[in-house]
């Protein structure tokens, strides 16, 4: 192509600029060799020009677009989701895309809260409805800083490719969630270095993208390859290991990698959803909202690059973000209770995992067969269940004692720090390995506010109403009258899976813990 002539791509380029630009282009006409002016100045200089090799001025383009653009009505067809926490979701057609796929469809089926069910019976939200909340935030917040902040000079793909990684974040999630995590690398035989989710999300969009059909959709709205690599980068979260040639974004964008998932101090809308979402299934009323904190964010330069910074009267509204998270953690999350059921599930599906087939595959070659892992879901306890394999006997039964409420009984709890260079990880296996047999087994819980046990607020950086350019951070006065002292704590708890615990098994444990002068966190009343 020379001078700007399209040939045999004529109807395919304008249906691509007309949605790539979400406008009716019905008044402009299109010559089957050469596009009209006003064509032209729709013409993106950087994505378009490199895709179709049209030779077009970039001064032209950028000089010009904005005018022809304030001519045109703007008209896009979004669905309306219905959702108990944000009321109606607007979804763009391009998320609707992806919504409409295998891999996104599976979340319905992957519950939130794992088996938190089991405890409080409303914990049944699913991955589907958290991923929709967080693309929903995601385009809160995004919006939000384009509008307040023109400089920033976001464009209408970059908000949808954050939004779109709010979309896709948990796509990687396995059975029961989180616990899946720990299922994984619980199974033997596994060489593999610890698995998470977050790299199977990676995956799983890749998977999603190599469909052709799927891929010709989300061109015809501008979403091209470097746009999918913009939004795995936001998924990671990880602004210093980007590469900018491959995401087309260079580090004046930086800050769009703090949205979705927030490496430099976890405040994110990941975490704004979650924890309405679960405070809302699991019926606990919460301090946190995050309307306030929305309004309250701007884009200011730190040490060089641009950050995401909190008005400073807002720092009460931060620091209950990270407390909601520690208190959620320790009256829901970490329940001995739920935490029982988990180990019945985690149990179960290690024991089934070596006769366990999914079209096929075992378990662990499922991890890397996205084909397969779509198919993976809540519904391996019912495939467990319903089995009537010899080999999958072991692992049934223990379902079944679930079923029936006969679950492992948590027989004592206690504190643990640091002691004498002992860590309370190292703890945990020698007080496994002093209890012995088939009859126990010990669990180590963490808490904390969501930066191990450091201050959240040391990550966060605010700025004043009177000045705009120097972005500050709290002092340690400051911080001392908004924060505890301590923001981590470790449990060990002793659980007993005989089905009928005696009190020989509750004598045992406590002279383990004595011997290492354990005190209990729990009564048996």
Request: hydrophobic share 35%; net charge negative.
């Amino acid at each position: 192509m020379e001078n700007g002539v399209l040939t045999d791509s004529v109807a395919y380029f304008v249906e691509e600029i007309r949605n790539k630009h979400e406008i009716d282009l019905k008044s402009i006409t299109v010559d089957k060799a050469v596009p009209s002016k006003e064509f032209l100045v729709l013409l993106d200089s950087v994505r378009l020009r490199r895709q179709f090799g049209c030779d077009i001025s970039e001064e032209v383009v950028l000089k010009k677009i904005d005018n022809f653009l304030q001519k045109e009505n703007f008209t896009v067809s979004y669905k309306l989701f219905n959702d108990p926490i944000f009321g109606n979701i607007k979804v763009h057609p391009v998320a609707q895309i992806i919504i409409d796929t295998p891999q996104f469809q599976r979340l319905r089926h992957i519950k939130q809260l794992s088996s938190l069910s089991y405890v409080y019976p409303g914990a049944t939200g699913t991955r589907f409805d958290h991923s929709l909340g967080v693309y929903h935030l995601a385009g809160e917040l995004v919006s939000t800083l384009r509008d307040k902040q023109p400089e920033l000079e976001l464009t209408k793909i970059d908000c949808l490719c954050v939004q779109l990684a709010g979309l896709c974040h948990d796509l990687g999630h396995g059975p029961f969630s989180h616990l899946f995590e720990v299922i994984v690398n619980s199974l033997p035989g596994t060489s593999r270095k610890v698995w998470q989710h977050e790299n199977n999300s990676i995956k799983m969009l890749d998977h999603i993208y190599s469909n052709s059909d799927t891929r010709r959709a989300l061109h015809s709205w501008g979403i091209c390859d470097e746009d999918i690599e913009f939004i795995k980068a936001l998924m990671r979260g990880e602004s210093d290991h980007v590469d900018s040639e491959k995401t087309g974004r260079d580090d004046s964008k930086s800050f769009l990698y703090q949205i979705v998932a927030n490496k430099e101090n976890g405040m994110d809308v990941d975490k704004w959803d979650y924890l309405a979402r679960d405070a809302h299934y699991l019926g606990i009323k919460i301090n946190f909202e995050y309307q306030r904190l929305l309004y309250h964010l701007r884009v200011m330069e730190v040490s060089g690059r641009p950050q995401i910074c909190v008005r400073d009267k807002e720092a009460d509204s931060v620091f209950n973000l990270y407390s909601t998270r520690y208190s959620l953690h320790k009256q829901a999350y970490q329940h001995p209770v739920g935490r029982a059921v988990e180990l019945m599930i985690k149990d179960a599906i290690v024991a089934a995992a070596p006769h366990l087939r999914i079209r096929g595959k075992s378990l662990l070659e499922c991890l890397d067969d996205m084909e397969r892992y779509t198919l993976l879901t809540d519904s391996i306890f019912y495939k467990i269940l319903d089995s009537e394999e010899i080999e999958l006997a072991g692992a049934r039964h223990i379902l079944e004692r679930l079923q029936k409420r006969k679950l492992y009984k948590c027989v004592e709890q206690a504190e643990v720090s640091k002691r004498n260079g002992e860590t309370p990880e190292g703890l945990r296996n020698q007080l496994a390995n002093e209890l012995g047999g088939t009859d126990f087994t010990v669990s180590l819980t963490i808490r904390h506010f969501g930066k191990e046990n450091a201050n959240p607020l040391d990550s966060i950086w605010f700025y004043k109403k009177q000045d705009l350019v120097q972005p500050f951070q709290l002092t340690k006065e400051q911080k001392s009258l908004l924060t505890p002292v301590q923001f981590q704590d470790k449990a060990l708890t002793a659980f007993c899976k005989a089905e009928v615990v005696k009190d020989e098994h509750y004598e045992r444990v406590r002279e383990v813990f004595d011997r290492y002068n354990l005190l209990p966190r729990i009564s048996h009343g």
